[in-house]
């Protein structure tokens, strides 16, 4: 039987410097990859007082028709935010990030189960995204589902933070997100889904365009479909347990989703 082959002190020694060094490179590529993303970080403190003129998903939607040959214009109309009845605010809030007023960007606690989820499913399953983080994905980055595009999703969340009250980031998230086939923000989405004018939107009309938020080119708030149904009676009991509706509409929000 053979004898096993022993390192030697000099061998042993050129090994760990080996490791040392590879540790060392890695490090320094992930710190200059980390600083150069940092430093390259969009500018947001511009959006204290000037509305964005466009958003990222917008010009992706734009380039991808282009390319067959179709010139698109994305349909929106600003909308302050005291204009926005407080009922769909309030549903937005308990659907999209019930939290946002208290935390700093990052749900962190809904981040946790999200990760779990993930893991369980192999996938991107859940998606744990706060409302400053989903403005920030909507202004500014692709629409896919990377570990480095939520890493940079999350420090510009933390910019938009620290740069703007927390009014402000849910204003310009109402008026940029996708409600419909190339139709943004709650003030345009409630004149092609309803044709009025946002303010004039009722408890009900408010919950079913909140409900298509999360599939917005695959829902018609104006149908009760398997996921309006779903989706509608969710909210209106999520609003009912916070005390955000009383109980005669709570019924009749319930009822309208049957």
């Known amino acids: 039987m053979a004898e096993e ?6 061998q042993r020694s050129k090994f760990k410097k080996i490791v040392l060094w590879t540790f060392l490179v890695l490090c320094g590529g992930a710190v200059a990859i980390a600083l150069y993303t940092w430093i390259t970080l969009p ?15 917008m010009r992706l939607q734009a380039a991808e028709a282009a390319k067959k040959g ?12 005291d204009r926005v009845p407080e009922m769909l ?31 369980k499913e192999r996938r991107f399953a ?32 933390r910019r938009l933070e620290r740069a703007l009250p927390k009014n402000r980031i849910f204003e310009l998230y109402l008026n940029a997100i996708e409600l419909g086939p190339n139709v943004f923000g709650v003030q345009a989405a409630a004149r092609h889904w309803f044709g ?45 347990a916070v005390k955000a509706l009383g109980d005669e509409d709570h019924r009749s929000l319930v009822a309208a989703f049957e």
């Open 196 to 240: 009025k004018d946002v303010g004039e939107l009722t408890l009900e009309e408010s919950v079913r365009l909140t409900a298509i938020i999360p599939r917005p080119l695959k829902s018609d708030p104006r149908t009760n479909d398997a996921w309006m149904k779903f989706k509608g009676r969710w909210i209106a009991d999520t609003l009912f």
């Open 126 to 157: 859940r998606g744990g995204s706060t409302i400053t983080q989903q403005l920030a994905k909507n202004l500014y980055l692709s629409g896919s589902k990377t570990l480095w595009r939520k890493v940079t999703e999350a420090l510009i969340a």
């Open 43 to 57: 500018n947001v403190t511009g959006l204290k007082t000037a509305n964005p003129v466009s958003t990222s998903l």
């Open 89 to 119: 605010r309030k549903a937005v809030l308990v659907s999209e990030d019930a939290n946002f007023y208290s935390h700093k960007g990052i749900d962190f606690e809904e981040l946790k189960a999200s990760i779990k989820q993930d893991i």
């Open 70 to 81: 179709i010139k698109i214009a994305a349909r929106r109309e600003w909308v302050a935010f």
């Open 5 to 10: 082959t022993q390192a030697t002190p000099k």
